[in-house]
């Protein structure tokens, strides 16, 4: 069973407060300046209800997407009319296809949880990559920056739905562990649910040597679309 399957229905609620638009507006540009002004195929692993999806195709970029969860997935269709999604895990995935630009975003790749997940996720989307393309990841927390014992509530406040949702973040070994309770008031009901979400913690060298194990050149930008970084990787332009 995939982490979101019961608040998949809420994603979008509860990440609100998210300017996806200008988190593309970003993206577009790194990919314009290294793919100058041609036409861009870009994947979004990872794409949740495709959201950056629906902006990416606002800048006329040809966009898929690729997610685990099937409920996720459904949204983005819906979101997405006449876009191909794909239901896929990042670590393994073949779609006989290559893309100008793969995207990974708003932290997904800490879901492959371990060094071994995240070289095999590196590989199979360099594999996805066209000669000269650019795969741009977004990391989770690297091990010194994760705090375990410190308390988080996200809300959602709306009339007719309102959620709680909070945990006490914690660690096992190299993985972070979210233990997220939902309090969620419909008009129906109030109800209470559970997902327990664990994502690696990778430092920088074990991403970018993930990377450039994939023969992938990379970049990193300190402070990336949200401030977790972004790592800006590119297959060499003579690459299969
Ligand atoms: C934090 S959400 C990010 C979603 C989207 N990129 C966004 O910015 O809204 C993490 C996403 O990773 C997906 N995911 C988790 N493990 C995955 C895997 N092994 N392969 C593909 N998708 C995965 C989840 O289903 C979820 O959509």
Redesign the pocket.
Request: charged share 15%; proline share 0%.
């Given at each position: 069973m995939?982490?979101?399957s019961h608040a998949a229905k809420y994603?979008d609620h509860l990440?609100h407060f998210?300017d996806?638009s200008r988190e593309v507006e970003f993206i577009a540009k790194i990919i314009r300046k290294c793919q100058g002004d041609g036409e861009i195929s870009l994947l979004?692993?990872?794409?949740?209800?495709g959201?950056?999806i629906k902006h990416f195709r606002d800048h006329y970029f040809e966009a898929e997407g690729?997610?685990?969860?099937p409920q996720?997935l459904d949204t983005a269709g819906k979101r997405n009319p006449g876009v191909r999604f794909h239901k896929?895990?990042?670590?393994c995935?073949d779609l006989h296809r290559k893309y100008s630009v793969i995207t990974?975003?708003?932290?997904?790749i800490g879901?492959?949880k371990t060094i071994s997940?995240l070289e095999s996720?590196a590989k199979c989307m360099a594999d996805h990559l066209l000669p000269g393309g650019l795969l741009i990841v977004e990391p989770w927390f690297t091990p010194d920056a994760w705090r375990p014992g410190t308390v988080h509530t996200s809300i959602v406040d709306e009339p007719d739905l309102k959620i709680v949702r909070m945990n006490t973040s914690a660690v096992a070994g190299r993985v972070s562990v979210l233990d997220l309770h939902y309090l969620i008031g419909t008009p129906v009901e109030t109800s209470h649910e559970f997902e327990k979400h664990e994502l690696g913690l990778f430092t920088a060298v074990e991403m970018s040597s993930a990377f450039e194990r994939a023969e992938l050149a990379v970049d990193f930008d300190p402070e990336g679309i949200t401030g977790r970084g972004l790592y800006i990787c590119r297959k060499e332009p003579s690459g299969a």
């Open positions: 995939d982490s979101y994603y990440y998210k996806y979004d692993v990872a794409c949740g209800t959201v950056h690729l997610d685990l969860s996720l896929g895990d990042m670590t995935f990974c975003l708003f932290s997904a879901y492959v997940g996720a």
